[in-house]
């Protein structure tokens, strides 16, 4: 596609539910970043996909979080038994080749509220 | 570990005044650096970044920002700001030792521009 495409723009769930957050990055883009954005906390960085290589999983929250890149394409977030301290705006980034000079290209993020 | 520091939360500011964006950062090692904006209901996009080379760069929309090494700082600077300059902003850097873009934001910083 010609953008970063996050799916969908907002969810509201309950606390204790499961949620699954969808990215499609540009085609083409092997590398794939999810960064979590809380009001007034920036951006923190949450998983890092990097063609066929092990992700870098170190800025997963706890053990509640997961992700998965399937086909180097599409990744879901998938965030279980979701507490309120999860509300927060999940964002998707790509790039091409994942170095450290390249910038990102940012969808519009989900906006998740847990009450 | 590098961390970066927006001093200014909030900037408010007149339609044509002049505007600086505050920016510093710590790292052990050396660092490429990044500012992103993020509009209203948008993802981030990249206004510009210092590699290496001349250390005042120029962005889009009329933005540029000088690298002080010294300083471990890269301010954000316009002339004359217009109204759809109104967007938080945020500063980033990258490892240069990293295999990948680790990217590290700071906390934002929210310009406002009034007429």
């Known amino acids: 596609g010609a953008g970063v495409s996050q799916s969908p723009s907002n969810k509201v769930t309950e606390k204790g539910k499961d949620v699954e957050l969808r990215c499609d990055p540009i085609?083409?883009?092997?590398?794939l970043y999810w960064y979590r954005q809380s009001l007034g906390q920036g951006l923190e960085f949450l998983i890092y996909?990097?063609?066929?290589?092990?992700?870098?999983k170190s800025g997963l929250p706890s053990d509640r979080f997961s992700a998965e890149r399937t086909g180097g394409s599409v990744s879901t977030l998938t965030i279980q038994r979701t507490q309120q301290e999860d509300s927060a705006v999940y964002l998707c980034?790509?790039?091409?080749?994942?170095?450290?000079?390249?910038?990102?290209?940012f969808g519009s993020g989900t906006q998740l509220s847990v009450l | 570990a590098q961390s970066v520091t927006q001093l200014d939360s909030q900037v408010p500011v007149f339609e044509e005044a002049p505007v600086e964006l505050r920016c510093n950062y710590s790292s052990s090692v050396s660092v490429y650096l990044f500012w992103y904006v993020q509009y209203p209901n948008q993802g981030l996009q990249l206004l510009l970044k210092?590699?290496?080379?001349?250390?005042l760069v120029k962005g889009i929309n009329g933005f540029e920002a000088e690298f002080n090494k010294s300083q471990t700082s890269f301010h954000l600077r316009k002339p004359s700001v217009h109204i759809s300059d109104t967007a938080e902003y945020f500063c980033a850097v990258s490892s240069m030792n990293s295999g990948y873009s680790t990217l590290t934001f700071g906390k934002g910083t929210m310009l406002l521009v009034s007429p």
């Open positions: 996909f990097q063609g066929n290589s092990a992700p870098d």
């Open positions: 210092y590699l290496s080379g001349s250390t």
């Open positions: 980034a790509s790039n091409l080749l994942g170095q450290p000079n390249e910038k990102l290209f």
């Open positions: 085609s083409g883009h092997t590398a």
